[in-house]
């Protein structure tokens, strides 16, 4: 069961790893906008330039009209002039390794906070890449065991106990 528990996570991070390569691809040609908007708050993920981007502005005081309210999507190419919130020239974000943190108070819209958060797809791939990562590890050592005479459990030598591991006391196979 614990296996087969792995397996499964592997499967689901190399699934997403897939997505996250073709997400960061595309969004060197394209610039996707997912929003949601409710009265008062409007959250928005978007990809543009090699970066998934959280940006969320609003404040209860501010009424969105009814007819913007519930989930919208927008896509443009990247070639236009449009600049994402996050990097406009008067903001001063926080900017390092290609991750951004901008929060800031109303810049001459109707809201009260702007807060925009930047993380660039190799970090999100790198994240995905671990489980993969220790599972290959894993399988690698356990057939070096195999090959090796080495027992599966601690690793012990078994050249010259074929029947059980006198380490740890695994019988082997």
Known sequence: MKRRLGYLI????LLLLAATLAVWARSYFRADMLIHAQPGRQTALSSHRGRAIFE???DDAVPIRSALS????WAHDTDDASVPFMDHPSLRAHRFLGFAYADVGSVGLPTRRMTALAIPYWSIALLLLIAPAIAFHRARRRRWNERH??????GYDLRASPDRCPECGTATT
């Open 70 to 73: 519930g989930w919208r999507q």
């Open 10 to 13: 592997v499967a689901l991070s």
């Open 149 to 154: 005479r080495h027992c599966l459990a601690c």
């Open 56 to 58: 969320s502005m609003g």
